[in-house]
């Protein structure tokens, strides 16, 4: 079945940069997400990687994908205090499917 | 604006009650879901509707029922027959072509 894993906690400095790693398993997984939650909310993606693309870069936000290891990473650059939350990992075999996310990765951002 | 809009946002429940969680949207998404999540689990997939008059189970659809009579709507009835409801329930919404919006979401509890 389809699996998907996380470290369930980082704590970086501000200013520092993160980086939250992501393994899966389904080799057919086509779309690869990383969400964000803030405290008591609803979940905003914040970017999303094609399996057949390496990298893609959105701002501060680096998103690494190693399809023969089946590894995702998010890093994030230049952390700031109110990037803490929980970032979820997700993946899908197709745009318009259901997701099966990993149980999510707390981020603590101290000053 | 558009969006997706959960309410109410905290709900109380007796033991032996069904509750209704609502679930709205003016996306114009073909596709709404149902998630529930629990600390230290991630998100688990409740239903699924891929279009109006039709939804489909997902993960763990034990005890929860769900009706998509309209686009927009996409209710979700947690009946007595779920033993342990206590949780954060998230709704979803996506079209082909588009990523998942997802509500702000309702905390139950059980009292």
């Known amino acids: 079945g389809e699996d998907v894993e996380q470290s369930l906690f980082l704590s970086v400095r501000e200013g520092d940069s993160s980086v939250i790693n992501c393994t899966y398993t389904?080799?057919?997984?086509?779309?690869l997400y990383w969400y964000k939650q803030e405290p008591g909310a609803g979940l905003q993606l914040l970017t999303y990687i094609f399996s057949n693309m390496d990298m893609k870069q959105d701002q501060r936000l680096t998103v690494l994908l190693n399809k023969k290891d089946k590894h995702l990473s998010l890093r994030i650059a230049d952390t700031q205090t109110g990037d803490s939350a929980i970032y979820f990992c997700?993946?899908?075999?197709?745009?318009?499917?259901?997701?099966?996310f990993g149980k999510g990765t707390m981020l603590l951002v101290s000053p | 604006d558009g969006g997706i809009t959960q309410s109410p946002k905290y709900l109380f429940r007796k033991e032996g009650q069904n509750v209704t969680l609502s679930c709205e949207q003016n996306?114009?998404?073909?596709?709404m879901y149902w998630y529930r999540q629990d600390p230290g689990q991630g998100l688990r997939l409740i239903y699924y509707?891929?279009?109006?008059?039709?939804?489909q189970k997902g993960d763990i659809a034990e005890g929860y029922s769900v009706s998509r009579e309209k686009k927009e709507s996409f209710p979700l009835t947690v009946t007595s027959a779920q033993k342990n409801p206590t949780a954060f329930y998230l709704c979803a919404s996506d079209r082909a072509g588009t990523e998942a919006f997802f509500g702000q979401g309702t905390r139950l509890t059980v009292v």
């Open positions: 996306l114009n998404h073909d596709a």
């Open positions: 997700a993946e899908s075999i197709a745009r318009y499917s259901t997701l099966t």
């Open positions: 509707s891929q279009i109006v008059n039709d939804f």
């Open positions: 389904d080799s057919s997984s086509t779309y």
